[in-house]
């Protein structure tokens, strides 16, 4: 990845890194029940979302991962993050992982994201295979992937215990072909 840190841009939008400024809106997206009905995370506070930020630096440090800051491109207004962790070289894939906020959602902008995010994905880090974990029930991330070509290749039920219930994940891949 070099030490340049990749910038994205597509119609409407501009992926850069993420920076401890932007805490308060890695906050808004976490601490929403509307956002993070399907994410195994959530957090509450600035000290708890610090968490995520270190994360995010953690990935390129260890070479295990690279996630975006999603912002419009005519304001620079941070709307949602994403990216690619649980990275192997070795096997050339990675997990892909996004989320918006709830006034962005709905209007294309993930599905713009994700474009850039696998061209990049498949071109820059060479991948040959990209993963997303989509948690049961979240129809619109499933509905999201397929469109974008990826398969459904299964689905584990009841695999994880999350907030007080068990829940289905749904195993997507897209192939380099």
């Avoid at 990935?59 to 304001?75: A, N, P, R, S, V």
């Avoid at 993930?110 to 820059?124: C, N, P, Q, R």
């Avoid at 689905?155 to 195993?171: M, Y």
């Amino acid at each position: 990845m070099g030490l340049q840190f990749p910038v994205l841009t597509s119609d409407r939008l501009i992926l850069r890194q993420i920076k401890p400024e932007d805490a308060p809106v890695v906050l808004e997206g976490y601490g929403d029940t509307r956002v993070n009905l399907f994410m195994s995370v959530a957090y509450h506070t600035l000290e708890e979302v610090q968490v995520q930020l270190d994360w995010y630096t953690e990935l390129l440090e260890k070479q295990t991962g690279i996630w975006w800051g999603i912002c419009m491109k005519d304001t620079g207004q941070m709307i949602g993050n994403g990216g690619y962790h649980k990275w192997e070289h070795q096997h050339r894939c990675a997990e892909l992982g996004y989320w918006l906020l709830p006034e962005y959602q709905g209007k294309g902008y993930a599905a713009e994201a994700v474009k850039v995010m696998l061209d990049y994905g498949f071109s820059s880090m060479d991948l040959h295979r990209i993963e997303a974990i989509v948690e049961g029930g979240n129809q619109a991330s499933s509905l999201l992937l397929k469109r974008l070509d990826f398969d459904l290749e299964g689905i584990r039920k009841e695999c994880e215990f999350i907030k007080g219930r068990f829940i289905d994940l749904e195993i997507w891949a897209k192939l380099n072909k």
